[in-house]
């Protein structure tokens, strides 16, 4: 538990979107370049990365930016409220601002993980890069995927697409009948589709 602890503070960079853009994240270390000067900056404790583009470069920061000190990746989809609630910017929510809360809401309720810095990041943490929005996504379960494209992207998909939710990738092979049965796209033939791995099957051994 230690070690995946450790990687996982290693490969994320869990800062706001507006201070990631200022840096540049070094793989396996606890730093990251500031793209405006030569300096390493600790990413912790995240504060430091704020401090350093406020004292070296606050001409690169708007007026908010420079008096913002939630570093924390989870207030780009907050509003703190008091010093005990913050809404949440996606579905208007109100919940205690502890750090824990906020980050199990956007997990559990959006699907929203911490931000990776890259493609195997994302392989390994079973998240997928919008490419709508800079936000990742959690894969599991898909409906996860499915709601975001729909809550926040909503333009980007046909009417069709928006009531589909038959998610998984062989659906494009098959066309449901009922809640019982679904016909292949290929051959025509009706399958039970109560489980997934029948119509599986049948793609890989009849359609290889």
Known sequence: MAEQGATYFREVFPVRR??????????????????HCPDLVPIRPSIMLHDHLVKAHSNELTEDEKKDKLTYWVWDHFTIKDTQYATCNICGSELKSTIRNLHQHLKFVHGILPPCTDDMDNVRRNTANCN?????????????????????????????????????????????????????????????????????????????
């Open 132 to 208: 709508h929005c800079p936000k990742q996504i959690a894969i599991q379960p898909m409906i996860f995927l499915f709601n975001h494209l729909v809550q926040e992207h909503s333009n980007e998909l046909t009417e069709g697409e928006k009531e589909d939710k038959l998610l998984h990738w062989l659906w494009d092979y098959f066309t449901l009948q009922d809640t019982r049965y679904a016909r292949c796209n290929i051959c025509g033939k009706n399958l039970k589709c109560n489980r997934i791995d029948y119509l599986r099957r049948h793609l890989k051994h009849m359609h290889g």
């Open 18 to 35: 507006w201070i990631r853009r200022h840096y540049t994240k070094i793989p396996g270390r606890r730093t990251a370049n500031c793209k």
